[in-house]
């Protein structure tokens, strides 16, 4: 009995010493982590993307949530009009989810540029998606209703060589992106109102 | 006979040098040592989970209930893994991105459970940091060199941390670097060959 009671003493104080001690390191590190994936991840697809904006769009963001996600928008002023934003879509790849920022125009319904924040595909192959701007250079231009699809199964996307489940995960996301942003279009506008000049 | 400190500490370095004399924790091995770089970072993260949890279970040996011992281990291991990750997202971002999933996976790596319920249980808590440390250690030199050898002949050059680079080409321009040792296979070709070499070694 004594013994019992010992184990279960000793479990639920280690376990909420640790609990304590983990909530504490995550609060601390919080603001630190969500600032680097700004500068590494983020930060560099924003500004691809984002070419020539006026103002800083990784400072002028704004969240969404819809379900239990989050995205952020990030706001862009270019050529002196408060009408592109850029967020992040999500497909699967051949080693886990890649990350795809995609900037659409407002005014115009039109893909400005996409770029892959994270991914862990395989070097040399998967990887280009990130490394080499063949693919992601596609979607520019594209109108948002338009499909994206690689011409493997039927589209007009080319995929990478020797990657065909990393581009048709990089086409998911952006198709993903494209469809949250029809769904989501008047709330967002909305909220760009507020960055507008 | 009791061995030294000195000796706990350097056992980890070459007479059970992990991964290649205790053969343990190879899923990390075979997964993260695509490049130097990549092995180095996950081999320095294991050896911070082996030191804290050795320092800890071994501080806390006469409290832990043998019966329970295995989930002790586990919370504190855990614990020690969640702050590395959280660490490594703050201060050493693109790392990280690389690392990914075996950041986490760090709790079910035999080496460092192993550790806890093979030495640190059973030993003084100086004894048990120096055996963590050693054994630490030992895994990042076997990572970095794993990920140094697969990178260089895959890539055809080594980059650690942007500074630190050799370039294989340039040395021998005839080299055709060839991308299935960056892959899993040669993962498994590249440790079996080093293992065999270790082994002719010998002690």
């Known amino acids: 009995m004594n013994d019992m009671i010992k184990m279960v003493v000793v479990l639920t104080v280690l376990s909420s010493v640790a609990g304590g001690v983990l909530a504490a390191v995550n609060k601390g590190t919080a603001s630190q982590i969500e600032a680097q994936q700004l500068t590494f991840v983020k930060g560099p697809a924003i500004m691809s993307i984002l070419e020539g904006s006026t103002n800083n769009p990784i400072e002028d963001r704004f969240k969404i949530v819809e379900g239990d996600a989050e995205t952020s928008f990030f706001v862009g002023e270019i050529g002196g009009k408060t009408n592109t934003i850029a967020f992040e879509g999500f497909g699967k790849g051949f080693g886990g989810d890649i990350g795809v920022m995609v900037g659409i125009n407002m005014d115009e319904d039109k893909l400005v540029g996409a770029a892959v924040t994270v991914h862990s595909e395989t070097p040399g192959l998967g990887a280009n998606a990130k490394d080499k701007p063949d693919l992601a250079a596609q979607f520019k231009g594209l109108s948002i209703t338009d499909p994206v699809i690689v011409t493997k199964d039927g589209g007009k996307i080319n995929a990478i060589s020797g990657a065909t489940i990393t581009s048709r995960a990089v086409c998911d996301a952006v198709g993903k992106a494209m469809a949250a942003y029809q769904k989501m279009k008047p709330q967002l506008q909305q909220e760009i109102q507020k960055f507008g000049k | ?203």
């Open chain 2, 1 to 203: 006979m009791p061995k030294t400190i000195v000796q706990e500490f350097t056992k980890g370095l070459w007479q059970e040098l992990p991964p290649f004399r205790l053969v343990l924790g190879l899923c990390p091995v075979l997964g993260v040592t695509t490049t130097m770089e990549n092995g180095l970072g996950m081999g320095i993260a294991t050896t911070f989970v082996l030191f804290g949890s050795n320092f800890l279970v071994s501080m806390l040996r006469s409290i832990i209930p043998q019966k329970v011992r295995i989930a002790c281990f586990i919370i504190i291991i855990a614990s020690f893994v969640t702050i590395v990750e959280l660490l490594m997202q703050a201060y050493a971002y693109p790392l990280y991105l690389k690392l990914g999933v075996f950041i986490p996976l760090i709790v079910v790596n035999c080496i460092v459970l192993g550790r806890a319920e093979a030495f640190a249980y059973k030993n003084k808590v100086f004894y048990s940091i120096a055996d963590g440390l050693g054994i630490g250690i030992g895994f990042t030199l076997s990572l970095g060199a794993l990920g140094a050898v697969r990178e260089s002949l895959g890539n055809g050059s080594v980059t650690v941390w942007g500074d630190l680079s050799y370039n294989l080409l340039s040395a021998f321009p005839s080299f055709q670097p060839f991308s299935f040792m960056v892959q899993a296979p040669g993962a498994f070709i590249c440790l079996g060959l080093m293992l065999c070499f270790i082994n002719a070694i010998g002690d």
